[in-house]
């Protein structure tokens, strides 16, 4: 057993501040993934044609506790493999391994969105959108910073003037005060508008779904929109009155977002492969759902 095992089962409380999740919450996971991990292996021992019997080779030095914690130790925090496998005992290449096997199982446990969950489902995916449609849904981005790129143009396509900075950009739609994250588009380019974004994604909703956004999706009748400043002019104070009430309602995801990065892996630099940035910021959105209470097994 790990350091940080031994001390997250003799201070459960103290597991949100270390994982991001809570201590209940972590023991749910970790027996949903163990199945799915005992699956995959079964699958894998149907496809092999065996010359040598199964059980040879090297013990893991880890329990597969162990190494989930490992994983989401990583996402939470954002330590170098190297260190990561000094905190665990065991070599850097084998906390890369580990991490990168057990993120892929961890993001087929935690869907990131609503209709993520409900995507294998159509009949299910049609009730949830007509429901959803009686609702007035946030919308807001945010962006990541990437590692530069090597090559020139591929540089180009992702520096974002706003942040002035390569960047990914990214776009969550939630349901009214942050209860679920109805859905997720992750990995956009960063210089992307959120207007753009926001298009690409609306064909996942019913014509009738109503939206509420900042000024930055100027141009839709679907999203309810601050009032903008006229050139040299006022606004009225009706106009701020309507501004003041629509930034509460707006603010549900901001808080989300904020949740969000308290994943380090989506707050700081993206330092892995540019490949798998959608993958594990999608495990990142399933670990929020797990942390607000809207994911339940």
């Known amino acids: 057993m790990s350091l940080i095992l031994d001390t997250l089962k003799k201070k459960p409380k103290e597991a949100k501040r270390l994982l991001g999740i809570s201590y209940e919450q972590f023991n749910q996971l970790v027996y949903l993934v163990k199945q799915l991990h005992q ?19 090297n013990k893991p030095k880890l329990s597969i506790q162990d190494q989930i914690l490992l994983t989401i130790i990583y996402l939470r925090h954002n330590p170098t493999f190297q260190m990561l496998g000094i905190q665990f005992g065991v070599s850097e290449s084998t906390a890369h391994y580990t991490f990168h096997y057990w993120q892929s199982i961890l993001e087929q446990a935690l869907p990131p969105s609503i209709l993520e969950q409900v995507k294998k489902c159509p009949s299910e995916e049609e009730w949830i959108k007509e429901i959803i449609a009686s609702l007035e849904l946030i919308v807001d981005s945010w962006e990541s910073n990437r590692e530069r790129p090597g090559d020139y143009q591929e540089q180009k396509s992702c520096y974002s003037g ?24 992750l990995g956009e380019l960063g210089p ?6 926001w298009r690409k994604s609306q064909t996942k909703f019913l014509r009738a779904q109503k939206f509420r956004g900042d000024k930055g999706y100027v141009g839709e009748a679907q999203i309810e929109r601050p009032h903008k400043k006229p050139p040299k002019g006022e606004l009225t104070k ?26 380090r892996v989506a707050e700081s630099r993206f ?15 399933g670990l929020v759902r797990l942390r607000i209470g809207a994911l339940i097994f």
């Open 162 to 185: 706003k942040k002035k900075n390569h960047t990914y950009k990214n776009q969550a739609i939630i349901l009214p005060k942050g209860e679920d994250i109805v859905d997720v588009v």
């Open 271 to 285: 330092r892995l492969n540019s490949q798998k940035y959608s993958s594990v910021m999608s495990t990142v959105c």
């Open 39 to 57: 699956d995959q292996i079964e699958f894998k021992e149907q496809q092999k044609i065996r010359i040598i019997g199964a059980g040879g080779g």
């Open 238 to 263: 009706n106009q701020k009155t309507e501004n003041t009430e629509s930034a509460k309602q707006r603010i549900y995801v901001e808080h989300i977002i904020r949740v969000v990065k308290i994943f």
């Open 192 to 197: 992307k508008s959120d207007i753009s974004i």
